[in-house]
């Protein structure tokens, strides 16, 4: 007899040698006794994980000498005649080969005949999302009112592909992938099953690589039983499977965070020369820096890393002194690189680089760490601030008013310059917390004359500059429009203000709400009443331009909005 591969030898014969589709086999175990079995069944889910097998077993329970069972003898005829795949009253039809819908009415006009020694005529159509939009709705009605001895089993990888329709009419249910802790276990049994000894991370790393598959689990120990003798050993087993080694994992991410770049271009080296695909290496990278992620924030690490024991307590000493924002930071940079090296024809420089990239990375402040910087601020801050207070503060009889206080007894001789109430300026820009809208009173005559000295013989310019301040706390509008205005000249009570802006910025400033604004600021700014006078200048651009109605090739709609608005052609389509 030819040699029966691992896969097909250990296939389960009964639900309770299925792995961990719990909630699948429970379900049909439970309808079988119950007598509640639907005629049409759709098992959904990742390859590998045991669809075909279960609808197997549910054609053995239903047609079973001792059945309807769910614990079928797997002595009897039928249930042989299905072990082997040669049953008479079992149609096992693959979707992808059969999808027309000749082969569906052909199947149709068989459904008819009563079977020929079973108490089910049973069709298991696998990949059954392969059949064609006519083939799906010549099953329709036969789907649906089948006679009484029929019963469907459909098997698909790719539930979204079968119509509404197809799916409204089955009983469906949908498969898992299988945890590494149960594939592990299962392929520790074969091999003590078939007489091999194999190293325990060997088993880990063929259950990861199958990717919760048990069909690819048991493919790949296959091929490492086939290549070697009754022991295998790890090295052995990495060097046939062609995966990454877990140990350069862990040091190919360790030289990475601590940005040993010698020690990084030279384990790409050394794998790039033993023949590993580097593209694999990069994506088995990533899933290692994901796992140091997932074990670094400690929650549900088992489940979520999908990791051994031993495994999770050696990533969780090497991510012990590693922030978690910065294991973010990795991850984010190999993600975004691996298109690129998905697609380079230069992977191992594209793989470099992005290492390069890792190590160039400054590692984040913990934020109990920057909380206490800017408390440690905060506190030098106000001691200087105290300290500057008990410097400048009143020493003698003759010391400076503060603002608030009535000025009482006469002024000294050379005193220190007053401070100002919020508003007012004496010798430098200020901005205030006061809002503009609250002006204040006008000066009393108590006040000290300096402060009125010191901003009428501020230059034009400072002054404007913190008049804008003031107006732009409160007045953020008003400011935006007065982004390209100039402060002339101040004639007596009247200051005399230039717009080099177009006319209709102008008119808005010369809006009633507006210029009494202005008035009301600048009147707190001088503390005594003032007068704005708005000037508009034209820009150098308009000057140099010919008035709108003498350009050539102006529409006259054109023309008039610009004599109306102003402004600048800055593209003439016509």
């Not at 249930?79 to 049953?87: H, V, Y």
């Not at 009484?148 to 790719?158: D, G, I, L, Q, S």
């Not at 325990?200 to 120990?221: K, M, Q, T, V």
């Not at 410097?391 to 009535?406: F, K, L, V, W």
Request: with cysteine; hydrophobic share 40%.
């Amino acid at each position: 007899m030819a040699y029966l591969v691992l896969a097909r030898k250990y296939r389960p014969q009964t639900f309770a040698e299925v792995i961990e589709q719990t909630q699948t086999t429970q379900t049909l175990t439970n309808a079988i006794t119950g007598g509640r079995v639907a005629h049409a069944l759709l098992f959904s889910g990742p390859r590998g994980t045991g669809k075909t097998t279960i609808a197997r077993i549910m054609a053995k329970a239903m047609n079973c000498e001792q059945g309807p069972t769910p614990t079928p003898c797997n002595q009897c005829r039928s249930c042989r005649e299905i072990t082997s795949g040669n049953a008479t009253d079992v149609y096992e039809i693959d979707g992808a080969s059969n999808n027309s819908v000749d082969q569906i009415r052909e199947l149709r006009s068989n459904i008819k005949f009563m079977p020929a020694h079973s108490p089910h005529k049973i069709y298991i159509i696998d990949e059954v999302h392969m059949l064609t939009a006519s083939a799906f709705n010549a099953l329709l009605k036969t789907l649906e009112e089948p006679p009484p001895h029929v019963m469907f089993e459909f098997a698909t990888t790719e539930p979204h592909k079968i119509p509404i329709t197809i799916l409204s009419r089955c009983q469906r249910y949908d498969l898992s992938y299988v945890s590494l802790a149960s594939i592990v276990a299962h392929l520790a049994h074969l091999c003590e099953a078939e007489g091999y000894q194999v190293e325990n991370r060997s088993l880990e790393l063929i259950a990861r690589e199958a990717g919760g598959s048990i069909r690819d689990a048991l493919s790949l120990l296959d091929q490492v039983m086939s290549c070697t003798g009754n022991e295998l050993a790890h090295d052995h087993v990495v060097d046939i499977l062609g995966v990454t080694n877990r140990d350069s994992l862990f040091s190919l991410s360790g030289a990475a965070l601590s940005g040993n770049l010698p020690q990084i271009l030279d384990m790409i080296e050394d794998m790039y020369r033993s023949g590993m695909d580097i593209k694999k290496i990069y994506a088995d990278l990533i899933a290692h820096f994901r796992d140091l992620l997932i074990v670094k924030l400690g929650k549900n690490m088992e489940t979520s890393a999908a990791l051994p024991a031993h495994e999770i307590e050696r990533i969780g000493k090497q991510v012990e002194k590693t922030a978690e924002t910065h294991l973010h930071q990795v991850l984010t940079i190999l993600l975004n690189e691996e298109k690129t090296i998905r697609w380079s024809s230069q992977p191992k420089i594209a793989m470099e680089m992005a290492l390069i990239k890792i190590c160039r990375l400054q590692p984040p402040l913990p934020v109990d760490t920057l909380i206490e910087k800017i408390e440690s601020l905060k506190d030098r801050f106000l001691e200087l601030s105290a300290g500057a207070g008990d410097a400048a503060g009143p020493t003698s009889e003759t010391a400076a008013p503060t603002a608030g206080d009535q000025f009482s007894g006469p002024a000294p001789a050379a005193p220190e310059p007053a401070k100002t109430e919020p508003g007012t300026f004496s010798g430098a820009p200020v901005t205030t917390d006061t809002k503009p809208d609250t002006i204040a009173p006008p000066a009393d005559e108590t006040r000290p004359k300096k402060a009125r000295v010191a901003t009428e013989n501020i230059r034009p310019e400072e002054a404007w500059t913190a008049i804008r301040a003031i107006i732009n706390d409160g007045h953020p509008m008003l400011a935006a429009n007065l982004r390209n205005s100039v402060l002339s000249g101040i004639h007596g009570n009247t200051i005399e203000v230039d717009i080099k802006d177009s006319k209709i910025v102008v008119g808005l400033l010369q809006q009633e709400d507006n210029l009494a604004a202005l008035k009301k600021i600048c009147s707190t700014f001088y503390e005594k009443e003032m007068n704005v006078r708005l000037r508009h200048i034209a820009t150098p651009a308009a000057r140099k331009q010919p008035p709108p109605r003498q350009q050539p090739g102006i529409h006259p709609l054109v023309r008039d909005a610009l004599d109306i608005f102003g402004g600048d052609i800055v593209t003439n389509r016509t």
